[in-house]
Each structure stands twice: as structure tokens, then as C-alpha cells.
């Protein structure tokens, strides 16, 4: 079983960066795509980014190419969500997730495992 744990949320002004971690407390998810979700109030749970399971394919919303950043380190089964010049519509609870497969995808319907999530919350 992969269990999924995210840290590295709080509240920021808008214009600064946050780091958000993935880790795996039971089975390591080294060989699974891995994807970060988003959900803010009154909202649908929406794509943000995805790696595969090397980190040789990574994929990004519109919304934060260019500013967000996912990367993995398979030997520390962790992945991470760089998020650079944060605006206030980026306040979301941020959930990990762990496709069974190796590649990456947008669709939530493609991940098994998701952790608790992480609050970030972006003011003006």
C-alpha cells in the first residue's frame, strides 16, 4: 500500500515562493507516475502538475507553467512542487497523488493513491 504524506503548505503573500513535499510512508511509489491536485473552495478538484516515474516526462496546468516546478528523487521516494511567484489564485488544498502505472497523466481518474493534502493559501 502507498500512503502518501504532503508538507510545506501555509500562508504567503503573493509574489513569494513555497516548496511542497511528497513522501511515501509504506510501499515506495519510485516506479509510479505522480501527479499534484488542487482543490479551492467551491471548486473542482483540478490538474497541476505530473512527473512519470523517472522524471524524464513532467506536465503543468496552463495556469502554472512556468512558475510551478515538480521533480522527484526515487531514492528518497519524494516528490516535490516548486511553486514560484504565487498569486492569490493559487489558494488551494494541494493533494499528491500516485498513478499505478509509470507514466504521467492529467486525469485523476489515473491515480490510486492520494495523500490528506497541504493548505496553501496566498494573500494579496
Known amino acids: 500500500q502507498v500512503q502518501l504524506v504532503e508538507s510545506g503548505g501555509g500562508l504567503v503573500q503573493a509574489g513569494t515562493s513555497l516548496r511542497l513535499s511528497c513522501v511515501s510512508s509504506?510501499?515506495?511509489?519510485?516506479?509510479?507516475?505522480v501527479g499534484w491536485f488542487r482543490q479551492a473552495p467551491g471548486k473542482e478538484r483540478e490538474f497541476v502538475a505530473g512527473?512519470?516515474?523517472?522524471?524524464?516526462?513532467?506536465i503543468y496546468a496552463d495556469s502554472v507553467k512556468g512558475r510551478f516546478t515538480i521533480s522527484r528523487d526515487r531514492y528518497k521516494s519524494t516528490v516535490s512542487l516548486q511553486m514560484d511567484s504565487l498569486k492569490p489564485e493559487d489558494t488551494a488544498v494541494y493533494y499528491c497523488?500516485?498513478?499505478?502505472?509509470?507514466?504521467?497523466?492529467?486525469?485523476?481518474?489515473?491515480?490510486?493513491?492520494w495523500g490528506q493534502g497541504t493548505q496553501v493559501t496566498v494573500s494579496a
Open positions: 509504506g510501499r515506495t511509489f519510485s516506479n509510479n507516475g
Open positions: 512527473i512519470d516515474w523517472n522524471g524524464g516526462n513532467r
Open positions: 497523488a500516485a498513478a499505478l502505472r509509470a507514466s504521467v497523466s492529467r486525469a485523476s481518474s489515473d491515480y490510486r493513491y
